[in-house]
């Protein structure tokens, strides 16, 4: 059989086909690091993984892409048996430091000097990943010791040396630190550092930037592409972040449905893509779909700000602490109006204060300065503050944490009802979680037994049309947007901003947009806030900031996000 050429759909291809994914001939090909052959896994007698074949060869970057179920992060997963519970089967040729051998069929004993030492992986959430009770520093003098036999100085001086080159500033201090001391790109580097501990020659990286604001996502990615140079491995990127793909990887292998579909160089396989779920995930960056609205002078905001400062209470060393508290000033001097139907799309790092600025607008913290909701402001008394509540809700970024297990759809969708509308009876409560539902695209013909069901028989895209379900149905001007999609795969993405601009056509909602992703402002809002530090550094409409931004951190973010 002809091998398929370079962005061949491999979709309709026996087995033995997709085993070229190079585009040449084998024997032109260097002899691949990894190279896997029929990869199946099984969770109770269900296929996730379909019999899978892919290489990759020494010091190359590929990238496996595919939404949440497509069986990427189990592909990995699997290569070093860290899936106690499934069957595994077919090859995976790897050559190690002690030759080549088969990952799948090497003991528990044998696998263990490979772990870590050949192949490590980076998590995609480092804070369950690294251990809460020891110091950063700890857990890589532990893999030294372990792999590399040191002793404890040269391991910690190895550890404090791998901190430094991943960037960390004062690696010697943050050595000492525990995780929850770290920030999320300090986090990250320092599961980088662990995982480079022992110069490994591939590296598996599993989502390593979903939970880093889009600045951060690229010092991330450079300093990868820095050590892979520097040590000459390969990396094994699992995302579903196109844009990290164009930027970083060098080859494509595209999953869904536990199946490759489609595989190449990236410039070739994004240019030309030939499967149509290819296409489709290429094709689902957010579009822009709302009405441009002209603010008239003088017009009333929904919600207003006029020198918002907002701070926290801190401990001061020694007798002072006793008497006195310090301060930390989370926002300073905001400045900001929303008119109706309009969009504010505060954009910024972690720690520059824009999710802070949203509890604020929500009357959720005590702040000085003004800030008037529909002309009112908060008084953070319950009862004074009811009225207010109805006109301003929110949706989080995280639709499961955010919805109770414990509730049923019904009792979810209808909560807010209960305490704005008391006087509706059960049945009349129950055509408006109706109405809500069928709003944004969930109904019983769909589902059925809709309103019993419970949040966890819900993809990630459905839970978040039912956390908009939650916020519409007690009729608001405003909501509060929390990242509201960053939690989501592209498609979803998609379809959950394309749902977000047409209820603000339909209603003239109001939003309160925050994110770290410079495309869903373009897509959503009709202004921007920029804030770094607690305070806002740029401001505008949409179209003219992110085309010529005017401040240097501005012009960072916009540069970041490609």
Request: glycine residues 10%; charged residues 20%; contains cysteine.
């Amino acid at each position: 059989m002809t091998a398929p050429t370079l962005g061949t759909d491999v979709s309709s291809l026996p087995p033995e086909g997709a085993l070229a994914p190079w585009g040449g001939p084998a024997a032109l090909m260097p002899s691949p690091l990894l190279d896997v052959h029929g990869l199946r896994v099984a969770f109770a007698g269900k296929e996730v993984v379909r019999g899978i074949d892919f290489q990759i060869a020494p010091g190359e970057k590929v990238a496996l892409v595919g939404e949440s179920g497509s069986g990427k992060t189990v592909t990995a997963l699997s290569l070093l048996r860290l899936l106690p519970d499934a069957a595994v089967s077919g090859t995976a040729g790897f050559a190690g430091s002690d030759g080549l051998s088969d990952l799948l069929a090497l003991s528990e004993r044998e696998l263990r000097g490979v772990r870590g030492r050949d192949i490590a992986m980076i998590f995609q959430e480092p804070m369950t990943a690294l251990n809460p009770l020891f110091t950063i520093g700890d857990q890589i003098v532990e893999v030294l010791q372990l792999k590399l036999s040191l002793d404890r100085g040269a391991a910690l001086a190895r550890a404090v040396q791998l901190l430094a080159d991943t960037g960390i500033p004062q690696p010697e201090e943050r050595a000492k630190a525990f995780p929850h001391q770290l920030s999320g790109g300090q986090r990250q580097r320092a599961m980088i550092a662990m995982a480079l501990a022992c110069q490994p020659r591939l590296l598996l990286a599993d989502e390593p930037t979903t939970a880093l604001d889009v600045a951060l996502r690229g010092q991330i990615l450079d300093l990868l592409d820095s050590l892979q140079q520097k040590h000459g491995m390969a990396v094994l990127m699992i995302t579903h972040d196109l844009n990290l793909v164009r930027r970083f990887a060098s080859r494509v292998i595209v999953m869904e449905g536990g199946r490759i579909v489609e595989q190449g160089p990236v410039a070739e396989v994004f240019a030309r893509p030939q499967h149509p779920y290819t296409r489709s995930l290429i094709n689902s960056r957010p579009v822009r779909d709302v009405q441009e609205l002209p603010q008239q002078a003088g017009a009333p905001a929904l919600l207003q700000a006029q020198g918002l400062r907002v701070s926290y209470p801190t401990p001061l060393p020694g007798l002072r602490g006793w008497f006195h508290r310090g301060e930390f000033v989370a926002v300073q001097g905001a400045d900001f109006a929303i008119p109706p139907g309009h969009t504010l799309g505060v954009i910024g790092e972690s720690g520059s204060g824009k999710s802070t600025l949203a509890l604020a607008a929500l009357g959720l913290l005590p702040y000085t300065g003004g800030l008037l909701v529909d002309g009112q402001a908060w008084s953070r008394q319950a009862a004074r503050d009811k009225p207010l509540r109805r006109l301003v809700q929110v949706v989080f970024q995280d639709p499961f944490s955010s919805l109770s297990p414990r509730l049923t759809v019904e009792e979810i969708v209808g909560e807010g009802l209960s305490v704005h509308a008391p006087e509706l009876s059960k049945a009349e409560r129950r055509v408006r979680v109706e109405r809500a539902l069928e709003e944004v695209g969930l109904s019983e013909t769909q589902f059925p037994g809709l309103l019993q069901r419970y949040p966890h028989e819900f993809s990630g895209g459905q839970r978040q049309r039912l956390a908009i379900a939650r916020a519409l149905i007690v009729e608001p001007r405003l909501i509060v947007l929390d990242e509201p999609t960053s939690a989501l795969d592209v498609t979803i993405q998609k379809q959950v901003l394309q749902l977000l601009q047409r209820l603000q056509r339909e209603r003239a909602l109001s939003y309160l947009l925050i994110t770290h992703d410079v495309d869903v402002i373009r897509a959503m809002a009709h202004e921007v806030l920029v804030m770094k530090g607690g305070e806002i550094v740029e401001s505008g409409p949409v179209s003219a900031l992110l085309e010529a931004p005017t401040h240097p951190y501005t012009r960072t973010l916009v540069h970041a996000a490609g």
